[in-house]
T-cell receptor
Framework: GAGVSQSPSNKVTEKGKDVELRCDPISGHTALYWYRQRLGQGLEFLIYFQGNSAPDKSGLPSDRFSAERTGESVSTLTIQRTQQEDSAVYLC??????????????FGEGSRLTVL | AQSVTQLGSHVSVSEGALVLLRCNYSSSVPPYLFWYVQYPNQGLQLLLKYTSAATLVKGINGFEAEFKKSETSFHLTKPSAHMSDAAEYFCAVFFGNEKLTFGTGTRLTIIP
């Protein structure tokens, strides 16, 4: 596609339910990132993929969070047993290179998650 | 610890006035520096980036930023604000650890 696509754009769920967020990067972009943006805060790094491997998972807040990527394509971020503090906008970005190449990150519009 | 600080979570300027958004970082090694803008209900987009070439970097929509190593700063400026500049602005730094570290953002409001 022309840009990074994320779905769903909005998700309201009940505490304790699992959610899955999807990211379609720009075709040909090898690097893919997930960030979390809580209300009034900056972007918090979650995980980075180079191809389908994740060299840096250091930002995942707990073992309830997991992510996978199929080849150099779609990525899914799964949150199990959601808690109210998981409420945030989850942003996905892709890049032609990893950050070491100083390549520009292209962001999707985000998935807004609300946990009741 | 490596960090990015944006002074002022909210900045208001009059239309036609100078825009100055501040960004400081902590690092002993000059990093790569970026400014991103997020318009309402849109994703982030790159305004400009510094990657060790010229210290004064020009970006889109008339914005520019100057890298000052001695001050560990990368402030964003625009000589004359336009109503369409109202948005949230994020400074981001690549410290060499495979991820961009973002500041907390500055929401810019333009007063007619």
């Amino acid at each position: 596609g022309a840009g990074v696509s994320q779905s769903p754009s909005n998700k309201v769920t009940e505490k304790g339910k699992d959610v899955e967020l999807r990211c379609d990067p720009i075709s040909g972009h090898t690097a893919l990132y997930w960030y979390r943006q809580r209300l009034g805060q900056g972007l918090e790094f979650l995980i980075y993929f180079q191809g389908n491997s994740a060299p840096d998972k250091s930002g995942l807040p707990s073992d309830r969070f997991s992510a996978e990527r199929t080849g150099e394509s779609v990525s899914t971020l799964t949150i199990q047993r959601t808690q109210q503090e998981d409420s945030a906008v989850y942003l996905c970005a892709s890049s032609l290179q990893g950050p070491g190449g100083t390549g520009e990150l292209f962001f999707g519009e985000g998935s807004r998650l609300t946990v009741l | 610890a490596q960090s990015v600080t944006q002074l002022g979570s909210h900045v208001s300027v009059s239309e036609g006035a100078l825009v100055l958004l501040r960004c400081n970082y902590s690092s002993s090694v000059p990093p790569y520096l970026f400014w991103y803008v997020q318009y309402p209900n849109q994703g982030l987009q790159l305004l400009l980036k510094y990657t060790s070439a010229a210290t004064l970097v020009k970006g889109i929509n008339g914005f520019e930023a100057e890298f000052k190593k001695s001050e560990t700063s990368f402030h964003l400026t625009k000589p004359s604000a336009h109503m369409s500049d109202a948005a949230e602005y994020f400074c981001a730094v690549f410290f060499g650890n495979e991820k961009l570290t973002f500041g907390t953002g500055t929401r810019l409001t333009i007063i007619p």
